[in-house]
């Protein structure tokens, strides 16, 4: 069985993220409620699963394994939004539809490539702006002094910025036209 994560190829500050988000999770489980804490590990095995498809070097036979993990990690977190909506937890919905949004941008990526390379600017311009809005998100926990949301929001942030989004290569201004 060959290893996901090949140590010389895997830098160690994602093997961190990876940490702390488990350790996010954790958090979420013991001071907070049963919503966030399935929010953030779904999301967390959601990220991994991402990260296995680009760059885990998965076996032919898991591709479909992993698409019906990550279409049930999905629903979940559509379930978590409309707990919040139901809850009028209104910053939680506003970040879950931002988040909404840099998913379908990866499904597309992963489902439709070619979709994304025909239309590449527009899909960097789209993801700059979650992004964005995201950091946003983060600044108003912050100034509300929601240190844990603010905490997890910049985590989660880093984590797909580097792991999953690449920020470097998205932070390369894409030719438009």
Known sequence: MSN????PHYPKFKLLILAL??????????VDTLT???DALTWLILLVIYELETHGGKPPAAEKTLERGRTALIAVIVWVFFSYLRDSEWLDVGNSLLWFALIALMELEVRRPDIVIQ??????MATIGIFAGLLAMAGIWLWRQAWLDAYDALLWITAFGFIEADIFQLLKPKKIG
Do not use: E, R
Not at 4 to 7: A, E, L, R, T
Not at 21 to 30: D, E, K, Q, R
């Open 36 to 38: 966030s804490a399935m």
């Open 119 to 124: 239309h590449a600017a527009a899909c960097w």
């Open 21 to 30: 988000l488990s350790l996010n999770a954790v958090t979420y489980a013991i």
């Open 4 to 7: 996901p994560f090949p140590s």
